[in-house]
């Protein structure tokens, strides 16, 4: 392992230790002749070869502290040495290799002059100062900007100043250098000319917190849990395995078998009074870095579910084409819950029977915990089925259009714009006034947004982007549509997790909702684009754990991220007499933001924390008055709870920590909450049942901010 | 009897630069007994102080004049004095932690004579006696005997 010659130091007392040596080991074996000071010999023989011989015994000592992982803790531990590259070294041979930095985020606001569309090359540099660049942050090339994402911004006076565009950028690099306070890029550079109509680019958001690459001391730290077995068996395993393939994750929490946030694996459809954890799925919460993406979807459209569960069968040739349609629901065909529906020949296992939980005019669905084998309607293949209640045959429901057939095969509708339906087994699942997100975490949703309106809409469109916003979000449906003249901040929109055991990751089914009561599809066809934050790269570690080769055969192991809670707080101020500026309220909310998303979680945040951090990032502050802390829980299921605080900040109301719910009657109670003659959520207990039933605790929230959320307010 | 390798002053005629000691012009020789305290003695009185990596204390500053003009005589012959007294100190330090043989250990080391030279130098005489009894006096820097 060779040593940098100038990483090996030689003291002085090298020099009179090698002298010594020299002395003592010449004049054992050169007894006659004289080594003693003031001799010629003692210069010629000892005092010349003394600095060559300190030298080799320092990088010998250089060498051997290299070998060891507890020298160079020793070694590391005092600071002198960089030992960086031979720590690397050393811990290869347990395959364990430094974790890379990761990148900073943001969404930049672009300027344009016109409004038409836009094409950038994704080489494109946005150079946030001299030495900090940014790239666009998607992997097609080019990116383009529609017209329609083109918002009009306006002056004080209404007048028209700009069209402006959000883009997510990535840095160009990873370390917390490229972390930035909202403002200016400086430059922004293409290879292949302008950017047609570009005046400029800003971000008013602080960009993410970035981490460096890791350091030697937090590397050796994690190297003791590193000779684990590399599996994903249990805590420290997919810690340590998850960190060392996924630089991007940077902290893990595993909850298994017998745990209180364990709710995946409990089974109620076994039996009515039995709920059974049946053990055989975890989780592991991850932090990962901040990633705003967009998402488009036809208002009221077909959407597969991102678990992949197939518990929907279609039959649209009998229950849309007919004059008088086959409706499951009709009760001349005598179907209830509990009734059976055979599956005859078409996909795997079959035949074979599934029991139906719910009944729709045109759908029928199955548990989801004993879905169909596989989607017919994605394999292309014809499903045959009967409906009945009597086994083994279960073909007691007579299915038209013949009289007396009671076997058919399920076929598409051949009425124009009906044909993409699907028929036969389906994960797609459609509602009016939804459509259904990606399979990932969403851990806010910053825009939600109807780009093309129709005429009969003009009533609710924003004059200033020529679409239609919906800045609301409510737990339950949206209401009743608002009286004209619209008061635009009402309109709202409802996102549900369909499988809240299953949020905040890749199979997470999210549920977006826009409409009105009683008209529910009344922004079908229209175009909805939602903007929210994710995780970036999440789907490489989730995927990772779910591989056929990586993941533990016996067991159901699924990536989340933690349930986000977002604080908000104004905080006011009074400068001190002898300040000389005024408070940079801009780089105080990062610095806060920072602060908070990088607090201790196994301490607790409160108001005084708040108070001091803010004191000491704001050397001219002279006091902090009182001040409340709101922040919104956003549950598994969609749902958001507000809550406020002048203590503790905590989801639990308990005795004296100061905080309060703030829209208890607002929470949907869910079903098996009710059954148990809950009907509102509004005490630490009904809360707590609450939690308990999503999983939800202290150990799997986060507590997160933005800058833009922390303010701060001159008093006095 | 231990030996030491011996040296020599290059003879005036050939000094050139700051060399002024061999180990002779052919193979070099082993020196013992006196002569080798001669050696030692005369080494360290030609050391310039700070000179000595490991042992900056050893030497005199008498040896900073070699090469160059003496403006002031009565400075010089302080300075000589005071070398000699050093290096008698340095001399029997390191009579005591080697442990030398009587013939190889310094009894004294004085000035027997010094005489100004016409070309603005200085000629000093110094006898050298070892705990044996042997003296000589010995003309610095030939290390001629008369």
């Known amino acids: 392992m060779p040593v940098d010659p100038s990483q090996i130091i030689v003291t002085s007392q090298d020099f009179y230790d090698a002298e010594d040596f020299l002395v003592e080991y010449l004049s054992e074996n050169i007894t006659e002749a004289s080594f003693e000071r003031g001799s010629a010999m003692r210069d010629f023989a000892v005092s010349a070869f003394v600095l060559i011989y300190a030298y080799l015994r320092g990088e010998a000592n250089g060498i051997r502290v290299r070998q060891s992982v507890q020298s160079l803790t020793e070694e590391i531990g005092k600071g002198t040495l960089d030992l960086d590259q031979s720590l690397d070294q050393v811990l290869s041979n347990w395959f364990v290799t430094r974790r890379e930095g990761n990148k900073s985020r943001m969404t930049a606001q672009a300027h344009f002059s016109k409004k038409e569309n836009i094409t950038i090359n994704t080489s494109t540099v946005f150079w946030r100062d001299v030495s900090h660049a940014f790239y666009i942050d998607v992997s097609t090339n080019p990116y383009v900007i529609s017209s329609t994402s083109l918002f009009p911004n306006f002056d004080s006076r209404g007048n028209l100043i700009d069209y402006v565009a959000d883009i997510s950028l990535v840095a160009g690099g990873v370390g917390s250098g490229y972390s930035f306070s909202p403002g200016r890029f400086t430059r922004v550079v293409t290879t292949t000319g302008n950017i047609p109509n570009l005046t400029y680019a800003e971000h008013s958001v602080a960009s993410t917190a970035a981490t460096n690459d890791e350091d030697s001391a937090t590397l050796l730290a994690r190297s003791q849990t590193a000779i684990a077995v590399r599996n994903l068996i249990n805590n420290r395993s997919v810690d340590t395995t998850l960190k060392e393939s996924f630089s991007d994750v940077e902290s893990t929490l595993t909850i298994g078998m017998g745990e209180q946030e364990m709710q995946r694996d409990l089974r109620t459809e076994l039996g009515s009074h039995i709920k059974l954890h049946i053990g055989g799925k975890y989780d592991t919460f991850v932090e990962m870095a901040d990633q705003t993406v967009e998402e488009f979807g036809l208002v009221g459209g077909y959407f597969p579910r991102a678990d992949k569960i197939v518990n929907v069968f279609r039959d649209p040739e009998i229950t849309r084409d007919l004059v008088s349609p086959y409706l499951f629901t009709d009760v001349a065909r005598h179907l209830e819950v509990g009734h059976i529906i055979n599956i005859r020949t078409g996909i795997l296992e079959s035949p074979r029977a599934y029991q139906i939980i719910r009944i729709e005019d045109h759908e029928l669905y199955v548990s989801e915990a004993m879905p169909f084998t596989e989607a017919s309607d994605e394999e292309d293949v014809s499903v045959s089925y009967s409906i009945g209640w009597f086994s083994p045959d279960f073909d007691q429901s007579e299915l038209e259009p013949i009289a007396g057939t009671y076997v058919r095969t399920a076929a598409r509708s051949a009425v124009a714009g009906l044909e993409h339906i699907p028929a036969g087994t389906s994960r797609h699942i459609q509602s009016p006034g939804t459509i259904l997100l990606e399979g990932r975490p969403v851990q806010d949703i910053t825009r939600v947004e109807l780009i093309d309106p129709s005429g009969a809409d003009s009533n609710f469109i924003d004059p200033t982007t020529g679409t239609i916003l919906f800045p609301q979000r409510v737990n339950g449906l949206p209401g009743v549509a608002p009286p004209v003249p619209v008061d635009l901040s009402t309109l709202s929109y409802q996102l549900e997790v369909l499988n809240p055991r299953e949020s905040q990751s890749e199979l997470s089914v999210s549920r977006m909702m826009v409409g009105f009561e009683a008209e529910e599809a009344r922004f079908d066809d229209r175009t909805l684009r939602v903007t929210y934050i994710t995780a970036a790269g999440f789907s490489n570690p989730s995927d990772y754990t779910r591989s056929y080769d990586d993941r533990v055969v016996a067991a159901d192991h699924l990536l989340r991220m933690r349930h986000p809670i977002w604080i908000e707080a104004v905080i006011p101020y009074r400068l001190k007499r002898t300040a000389d500026t005024s408070l940079a309220e801009v780089d105080v909310s990062t610095q806060m933001s920072n602060y908070i998303n990088s607090f201790d979680p196994n301490d607790d945040l409160d108001v005084s924390d708040l108070s001091t951090a803010f004191r000491n990032f704001a050397s001219e502050v002279g006091a902090v008055f009182t001040f409340e802390i709101y922040y919104n829980l956003y549950a598994p299921d969609g749902q958001v709870a507000k809550f406020k605080t002048t203590d503790i900040i905590s989801i639990y109301l308990t005795t004296g920590n100061g905080v309060e719910l703030l829209n208890g009657s607002e929470i949907q109670v869910p079903p098996t909450m009710i059954a148990k003659g809950i009907t509102e959520i509004s005490t630490d207990s009904t809360l707590t049942e609450w939690y308990n039933l999503m999983g939800i605790s202290d150990k799997t929230v986060k507590y997160r901010t933005r800058s833009d959320l922390i303010n701060s307010v001159l008093q006095g | ?146």
């Open chain 2, 1 to 146: 009897m231990t030996w030491d390798i011996h040296f020599q002053p290059i003879p005036e005629d050939q000094v050139r630069g700051f060399k002024t000691f061999t180990f002779g012009f052919r193979a070099a020789l082993v020196v013992t007994g006196y002569q080798m305290l001669i050696n030692r003695w005369f080494k360290t009185f030609f050391t310039p102080k700070g000179s000595e990596l490991l042992h900056s204390g050893d030497g005199t500053t008498l040896a900073g004049l070699i090469g160059g003009n003496i403006g002031s005589q009565e400075s010089a012959r302080d300075l000589a004095i005071r070398a000699v007294e050093e290096t008698n100190e340095q001399i029997k330090a390191q009579d005591v932690a080697g442990g030398f043989e009587e013939q190889e250990s310094l009894e004294s080391a004085v000035i027997t004579r010094m005489a100004p030279q016409s070309e603005g130098g200085l000629a000093i005489w110094v006898t050298i006696k070892n705990v044996a009894g042997k003296q000589l006096e010995i003309h610095l820097i030939d290390l001629a005997t008369r």
